[in-house]
């Protein structure tokens, strides 16, 4: 143990300030990065490791309508598993009237000939694959709400937290509880089409002919939680809720409007808010009983990574 010996009331009151400076900024070390509902956090043009991925995420500029941003991920351990390419799922985090989120990869197919390079699936040499190139999230066009973007993967589950409710035409969710996740879900909207573009009323339920083949259905959720008590179980169990709807196929799927909205949304909202209040489409699609009459919503905590905007604060 070192012995330091203070000469004089001006040495005093300067070791006094060091002391009480250390403390306050952690002697030199940096703060523990803020984790909102569970996420790890960067800034933009910082790198994160989520998935199994070491994610870095660079300038997010706006174009054309949408949101875009250049990502690069390399494997964060070679040896150790990691979500698919294809399930690196990417959204605009902010104070949006409704999510808006897209697949990595064939995200900017909207913007074919404007001079982006999507994002695609790379290898060096045969190594490890590595994911590069340009993510476009939209159309949006109240720019000036977007404070960052997340990703995830829908296939990424935290054990032990999902809660699986049935889902079926015409009436959507049976009424749910928080005490089970968090949130409370309740539907908004139920529409069901035939595959080839027949809308199906309730009044289909007694035609024995109209199920029969493909379909598709739109629920229109509302997931609504007291903000404290959903940050909390959400930094405890490790990351975020996230709703998943299922049947469902890889796009493009049965109509432009399952690959515009998806079969999953992560619950990932503004942090500076008083309530998680997010209002999300999400597609049921494939042989049309299952995907009508036997769907599942299920909420599931997973993994997820947020970049946020320096010039948003």
């Not at 070491?54 to 054309?64: G, K, Q, W």
């Not at 409704?98 to 999507?118: D, K, M």
């Not at 009424?175 to 089970?180: G, L």
């Not at 009044?203 to 404290?228: C, H, I, K, Q, W």
Request: charged share 15%.
């Amino acid at each position: 143990m070192h012995t330091v010996t203070v000469r004089g009331r001006r040495g005093l009151a300067r070791s006094v300030a060091a002391v009480l400076t250390c403390m306050l900024v952690g002697c030199g070390h940096a703060e523990p990065p803020a984790r909102p509902y569970g996420a790890r956090q960067a800034d933009v043009g910082e790198s994160v490791d989520t998935v199994g991925w070491h994610v870095s995420v660079d300038n997010l500029r706006f174009e054309s309508g949408h949101v875009l941003i250049d990502v690069d991920a390399t494997p964060a351990d070679p040896s150790a598993p990691r979500a698919a390419p294809a399930d690196l799922r990417f959204g605009l985090y902010g104070s949006l009237a409704h999510p808006i989120e897209a697949n990595g990869l064939g995200s900017c197919a909207r913007l074919a000939g404007t001079g982006v390079t999507p994002l695609t699936v790379r290898s060096a040499d045969g190594g490890p694959a590595r994911v590069g190139g340009t993510v476009c999230l939209g159309p949006i066009s109240d720019q000036a709400q977007v404070r960052g973007v997340y990703l995830y993967s829908p296939r990424d589950r935290i054990p032990d937290s999902t809660v699986a409710y049935p889902a079926a035409f015409p009436v959507g969710l049976p009424p749910t509880t928080p005490a089970d996740t968090g949130l409370t879900l309740t539907t908004e909207s139920v529409e069901a089409w035939r595959a080839d573009g027949s809308q199906l009323t309730p009044a289909a339920l007694g035609d024995p002919n109209a199920f029969t083949g493909n379909g598709f259905m739109l629920l229109g959720l509302r997931a609504s939680a007291v903000a404290e008590e959903y940050r909390d179980r959400s930094v405890g169990r490790g990351g975020p809720m996230m709703l998943l709807a299922a049947p469902t196929l890889p796009p493009p799927g049965l109509s432009p409007a399952c690959s515009a909205y998806g079969g999953s949304v992560l619950v990932l909202p503004e942090a500076s808010l008083d309530a998680v209040q997010i209002t999300a489409s999400l597609c049921t699609q494939g042989e049309i009983n299952a995907a009508l009459l036997y769907a599942t919503v299920s909420v599931a905590g997973t993994h997820a990574a947020l970049w946020t905007r320096t010039d948003r604060r």
